[in-house]
Nanobody
Framework: QVHLVESGGGLVQAGGSLRLSCAASGFTFNTYAMGWFRQAPEKEREFVAAMGWDGGRIFIADSVEGRFTISRDNAENTVYLQMNSLKPEDTAVYYC?????????????WGQGTQVTVSL
């Protein structure tokens, strides 16, 4: 059974940084792409970043390009999202996702999400 657990969210001032983690289990982690999506209040869930099974084929949304970095540790079955220069518009629940290939379209499995709130 696929299990994804996000952590690392919180409240941060604009300009600050956070590092999200997603611990994965229940599948062969090093053969799947991983991604991050987010959903702000009253908005649809949107793509943030994705990475291939080997750390290649990285996709980053234009809205976070240059500020967010996705990485993974296949030995630890964990994917990360380093978020720098945070803005109030980054406020959202951030979700981890596993997919057969990296890209802006999610796979079928989601974590429970972690809240990120950026204040002025």
């Amino acid at each position: 059974q696929v299990h994804l657990v996000e952590s690392g969210g919180g409240l941060v001032q604009a300009g600050g940084s956070l590092r999200l983690s997603c611990a994965a289990s229940g599948f062969t982690f090093n053969t799947y792409a991983m991604g991050w999506f987010r959903q702000a209040p009253e908005k649809e869930r949107e793509f943030v970043a994705a990475m291939g099974w080997d750390g290649g084929r990285i996709f980053i949304a234009d809205s976070v390009e240059g500020r967010f970095t996705i990485s993974r540790d296949n030995a630890e079955n964990t994917v990360y999202l380093q978020m720098n220069s945070l803005k109030p518009e980054d406020t959202a629940v951030y979700y981890c996702n596993v997919a057969s290939r990296p890209g802006i379209y999610p796979g079928d499995y989601w974590g429970q999400g972690t809240q990120v709130t950026v204040s002025l």
